[in-house]
Structure formats: structure tokens, C-alpha cells
């Protein structure tokens, strides 16, 4: 942990009850996964066709984007991800 990460945990308390030192790294560990959450799915949403060169990096991108959330316990199923890549073509493909 980083030296001011780390002084945010460095209460007594915490030597008595390890738990509650443990309890509290979980608390903000899920916090950070939500926002981390909202991120990806944004980032799913906002993924264009018009900002790569290629339909491969698109595809690649993609499918980067849907690997983060599945790290992160939120799977995206065949048919979201083909609703992904439809979205972001341009309006004149569809």
C-alpha cells in the first residue's frame, strides 16, 4: 500500500480486532469495484467504430472492455456484446 493509504489503517483498534481491519479493506475495495463498474459499462456504451482504424481493433476493443468486467464479476452475454457492437457503428450501416 501507498505510505497515505496506508495511515488511514494504522489504528489501534485494528491490532485488537484484525476483522474489523479486514471488514473495512472490504468496504472500500467494493466501492472502487462500483465505480470501476460504472466506468467499463460507460465505456461499453461510448466504444464508437468511428475512433479506430480498423473493424479489428473495434471488435478488439471491445471484447477488452467485456474482459475488464468479467474480472471484475459482471458477465456480458453473447447477445450484449453483439448489442455493443451494433451500437457503436455509424447510423449509416444500420
Not at 31 to 56: I, M, N, P, W
Not at 61 to 70: D, S, V
Amino acid at each position: 500500500m501507498e505510505p497515505r493509504i496506508c495511515a488511514q489503517y494504522t489504528s489501534a483498534a485494528y491490532n485488537e480486532d484484525p476483522e474489523s481491519l479486514w471488514m473495512k479493506l472490504e468496504e472500500g475495495y467494493r466501492k472502487a469495484l462500483r465505480l470501476e463498474l460504472y466506468y467499463f459499462r460507460r465505456s461499453l456504451f461510448d466504444c464508437t467504430f468511428d475512433t479506430y482504424r480498423t473493424a479489428a481493433e473495434y471488435v478488439h476493443k471491445i471484447e477488452r472492455i467485456i474482459e475488464c468486467l468479467r474480472e471484475a464479476e459482471e458477465e456480458i452475454k453473447p447477445r450484449k456484446k453483439t448489442f455493443y457492437l451494433l451500437n457503436g457503428l455509424p447510423a449509416s450501416w444500420r
